[in-house]
Structure formats: structure tokens, C-alpha cells
């Protein structure tokens, strides 16, 4: 299994990419809606529509990534921590 996978490592890693993915899903938001009230074509409702909830997910990863850091102490290996 990738190192990168396992729960608790790599954590700021995982919260930096969900974080990028939060700022491209905010910004297709905002050009959605702003499109929508600029000429009420119902596609660009929905597109902000699930936008925003691609927002709302990315934004609930990168909470998690940051909540579930693990601090290893030195004692232990990498086959350990892996584990």
C-alpha cells in the first residue's frame, strides 16, 4: 500500500489538495450563480447548484485531514507507523 494512503500520514499533504480542489470548486460556484442571475438559464442553476456542494465537500475534507493528524513519537518505524 502507498505510504500516502495510510490514515494519519501525510495529512497536510491531503488537506493542501482538497484545499486546492476547494478553491476551483468556489470559484465554479461563484461563476455559475453569477451567470445564473445574469441570465437565468436554468444549466448554470444547476451547475452552481452542485458546485456548491462540491464546496461544501472539499471544504469537510480538508477539516478532516487537519482534525486527524497523528503525532508519532521516535521510538517507532516506518513499517510501524504504517502498520
Not at 482538497?18 to 444547476?46: D, E, K, M, P
Not at 475534507?61 to 502498520?83: E, F, G, I, P
Request: charged fraction near 20%; glycine fraction near 6%; aromatic fraction near 10%.
Amino acid at each position: 500500500m502507498l505510504a500516502v494512503l495510510c490514515h494519519g500520514r501525510y495529512e497536510p499533504l491531503k488537506a493542501g489538495v482538497h484545499g486546492a480542489a476547494l478553491g476551483i470548486a468556489a470559484v465554479c460556484t461563484a461563476y455559475n450563480f453569477a451567470a445564473w442571475v445574469a441570465r437565468r438559464q436554468r444549466h448554470s442553476w444547476i451547475n452552481a447548484t452542485l458546485y456548491g456542494a462540491l464546496t461544501a465537500w472539499e471544504y469537510h475534507q480538508v477539516r478532516h485531514h487537519l482534525d486527524c493528524r497523528v503525532v508519532w513519537t521516535r521510538d517507532q518505524t516506518d513499517d510501524q507507523r504504517a502498520a
